[in-house]
């Protein structure tokens, strides 16, 4: 029955990186290895799947920002022992993001949620980081053939960045390469539609959705 | 132009078509609170519409408004857009009054204040002297006749002292709100404001006149000329600064957050538009950084953060925690985002420390008991209510120490249990039938404990010591004031070892304002003081993330009874 044990140890894999226990995590991703299973599908069916739940339990408020970084270190650490052993390269689609936060804020924490929501949805994420100038932005998308390039900030007094973003798009006659999606607590859809973003989403759950949708990986919600 | 009627203030008003409706109460002069500046973000505008309002109007929806708001035709005054003729009433109690706090830890300093003055009998004349030099002349002798003000300009109110330069003692105290918050309610919307001459111009204005109205009824009271008050001393966090002295507050909202204006400076009174001597001056105490200000600095200096030996932790609650670890004279210090919630922002039921607003909730006993603001009916959660409510929740397990309600409720007191309820299809904490806690209210209390939290861990953590080394924790500012040590420690926004360590300073950003009034050499003494203080970057910590989601936790109920019977 090695296929119904290979099945159970990635449900136990999933089990504890959505009970945000890393140390299980690690050892059942050794496990995996002595084991000679799989690696990617114990990436897929393990750690993502145990990420995804977290990511559904906090869009109903069931968890918060502690829960869902702590399922993500948990992923982050598996991923570390099972990356080097998987086999071919599987990237589920070939989506490519660009995020960060942008100039003159350091807050960084929604952007990360928001970035391995992302990774877990299997997107290609390209991290700038924070206090990333708009002029950044626009050359990484160009340069990654990005699709998407979502932006985050936490002040009131930032905001202004992201319409510079979409202003640069135009001025370098790229827009239309490019879906810009924006998030961060000061920020509505108002502000959205008057800077000329894509999308505006106020959790992170729902800029993955989004995200998806303004692909063409899903459809309208 | 379509008309707007505002029935409930009998105001009718012409406005373009597009107008918000909160723009056209604004071009009413009607004083109402948008804390979000009409972003649409704070749901604090909300207002009930008819049918015929709504006909004339384009309302754009908000997440702010709950299903049961829309059904019952709440709107929000930033998203309706002004189409046709259109009445309505505007929410009652704008212009409710709010709980100042005034006194504050006092520090014992001889009578040296920087304006002096000596009488020349050859001439019959009294010069004025600031800081040693002749500053102008009067007539006569009027040595017996000084005086001096110490304003505490706060983001929410400001609270002034007059002062006899001559005997040190104080003629009167005054408060008020701060004008600035009908514009933009917190520090960044100001800053954003500020960012434009127009919007400086106009925070700058509405600043200056409330300290000029503050000044004529303190004057007044006390039957001073106000040509006999020679000096001011403003005291604000470092954007309030900026505002009142009408220096651009941009710089101050992006990062590094660099001020522009440092403070230990001396202006002319009359330049900045005060309405003291014309010989007046006005002194900004120094400042440590963009976010901790002239209101802290001022603030060591009352509590004499210098002198205290061992290691003292000074924090100032509010939505920046501000806070100064002293350890036998030398000082760290930071500043934290704690968010709006303490001031009962972005909470379903929230609401500013005003009448009728519940400051104390317990639930010993299984039941829910609640006190508010002299005692009036419920009209909604204060800042400390909200704090205290939450650590009783945590207390007795209503809530898990993730912040999650219990998905145990069958071991609760039947009491407790009856207060659940549900809100938009999820749970929902009932105080009172109308008033209730959410889970997103419960984590937006994480957000903002945790932060508090997480600065004083990463301080003390860079000192390489633990809360149990802390000699004492002083906690300064109005907030502060409100909360027990108790729900601090319940809900962990201290550790426990801080119990029986704790002292209420009170308003130090006055007290420290009247030392440097009457005692110059305090200014020099306290900007060599700041020049040394570090200034910690909490985003610039490695550790910040992991301190910060640890300190989002609540410690586990007191009540393990409960795990049992599970």
Redesign the interface.
């Given at each position: 029955m090695p296929a119904e044990e290979q099945k159970r140890l990635y449900e136990q894999l999933a089990t504890a990186v959505f009970e945000l226990d890393e140390q299980l995590a690690k050892l059942l991703a050794q496990e995996v290895l002595d084991r000679g299973y799989d690696a990617w599908q114990a990436v897929e069916r393990g750690l993502l799947e145990g990420v995804n739940r977290a990511g559904k339990l906090f869009d109903e408020e069931e968890y918060f920002v502690p829960e869902l970084l702590i399922a993500a270190d948990a992923m982050y650490a598996g991923l570390a022992i099972l990356r080097p052993h998987i086999k071919t390269h599987h990237t589920g689609f070939n989506r490519r993001v660009v995020i960060g936060v942008v100039q003159g804020d350091t807050h960084d924490i929604g952007k990360n949620l928001v970035r391995i929501m992302l990774e877990v949805a299997g997107f290609e994420v390209h991290d700038l980081g924070r206090d990333v100038p708009p002029q950044k932005f626009v050359d990484t998308a160009i340069a990654v053939k990005a699709d998407l390039i979502a932006l985050s900030t936490l002040m009131t007094t930032t905001m202004e960045r992201m319409g510079e973003v979409v202003s640069i798009l135009e001025a370098e006659k790229v827009r239309n390469r490019f879906k810009v999606i924006v998030g961060g607590s000061p920020l509505s859809q108002q502000f959205s539609d008057r800077i000329g973003a894509d999308g505006y989403a106020p959790k992170a759950a729902q800029a993955v959705e989004l995200a998806k949708r303004l692909v063409g990986l899903s459809n309208a919600a | 132009m379509p008309q707007v009627h505002f029935r409930s203030h009998d105001i009718h008003i012409e406005v373009e078509v597009g107008t918000s409706l909160l723009d056209a109460a604004r071009r009413g002069r009607v004083r109402l609170e948008a804390p979000?500046n009409g972003?649409?973000?704070c749901g604090k505008c909300k207002v009930r519409l008819d049918e015929e309002a709504r006909r004339a109007a384009h309302v754009?929806d908000?997440?702010k408004l709950s299903d049961d708001d829309r059904r019952d035709g709440w709107a929000l005054l930033c998203?309706t857009l002004v189409e046709a003729d259109i009445a309505l009433d505007l929410p009652a109690g704008a212009e409710h009054g709010l709980r100042i706090l005034e006194h504050g830890k006092q520090i014992d300093l001889p009578l040296e204040p920087w304006i002096g003055k000596r009488f020349r009998p050859e001439r019959n004349v009294t010069d004025i002297l600031s800081g040693g030099d002749a500053l102008a002349e009067e007539p006569g002798d009027t040595t017996t006749r000084a005086y001096g003000v110490a304003v505490d300009i706060g983001s929410t109110t400001l609270v002034a002292s007059l002062i006899d330069l001559g005997t040190g003692s104080h003629v009167g105290a005054a408060s008020a709100l701060n004008p600035q918050a009908r514009h933009a309610q917190?520090v960044?919307?100001r800053?954003?404001l500020g960012?434009d001459a127009q919007g400086l111009a106009l925070l700058n204005a509405e600043v200056i006149a409330e300290i000029n109205r503050l000044i004529t009824t303190l004057a007044v009271e006390a039957g001073i000329p106000r040509r006999r008050i020679y000096e001011a001393v403003l005291a604000g966090n470092t954007c309030m600064l900026h505002l009142a002295a009408r220096v651009d507050p941009?710089p101050?909202?992006?990062?590094p957050y660099t001020p522009t204006l440092n403070g230990d400076v001396h202006y002319s009174a009359k330049a900045l538009g005060l309405i003291i001597s014309p010989f007046g001056l006005v002194y900004f105490p120094p400042v440590v950084s963009g976010f901790v200000g002239a209101d802290i600095t001022a603030g060591m200096l009352a509590a004499s953060l210098a002198d205290e030996k061992g290691v003292t932790l000074f924090v100032d609650i509010g939505t920046n925690g501000e806070m100064v670890l002293a350890r036998d004279g030398r000082l760290q210090a930071t500043s934290t985002?704690a968010?709006p919630a303490f001031e009962g922002m972005n909470i379903a039921c929230g609401i500013r420390a005003a009448r009728g607003a519940i400051e104390r909730v317990s639930l010993e006993g299984g039941e829910v008991t609640v006190k508010t603001i002299d005692d009036a009916p419920p009209a909604g959660l204060c800042g400390s209510g909200l704090l205290d409510a939450v650590a009783e929740l945590a207390v007795h397990g209503v809530i898990e120490p993730?912040?999650?309600f219990t998905k145990n409720r069958g071991a609760l007191p039947s009491g407790l249990q009856a207060c659940f309820g549900e809100r938009d299809g999820?749970p929902a904490f009932h105080l009172t039938p109308d008033i209730y806690l959410s889970?997103?209210d419960i984590?937006q209390v994480?957000?903002a404990k945790g932060a508090v939290r997480a600065g004083i861990d990463v301080l003390l953590r860079r000192n390489g010591l633990t809360a149990a080394q802390v000699d004492r924790a002083l906690i300064a500012g109005s907030f502060g004031y409100h909360l027990t040590v108790r729900s601090l420690i319940d809900i962990g926004l201290f550790p426990p070892e801080f119990d029986g360590k704790v002292t209420y300073v009170g308003n130090t950003s006055r007290t420290g304002a009247e030392a440097l009034l009457t005692h110059a050499p305090s200014r020099e003494a306290l900007a060599r003081l700041v020049r040394s203080v570090e200034a910690v970057?909490l985003?610039?910590d490695d550790a910040f993330?992991k301190v910060?989601?640890?300190a989002?936790?609540f410690p586990p109920p007191l009540r393990p009874a409960l795990e049992e019977v599970a």
């Open positions: - | 979000c972003a649409g973000t754009v908000s997440r998203t917190d960044l919307s800053i954003k960012s941009e101050l909202g992006r990062y985002a968010g993730s912040g999650r999820k889970q997103g984590r994480q957000l970057e985003a610039n993330t910060f989601v640890a989002m936790a």
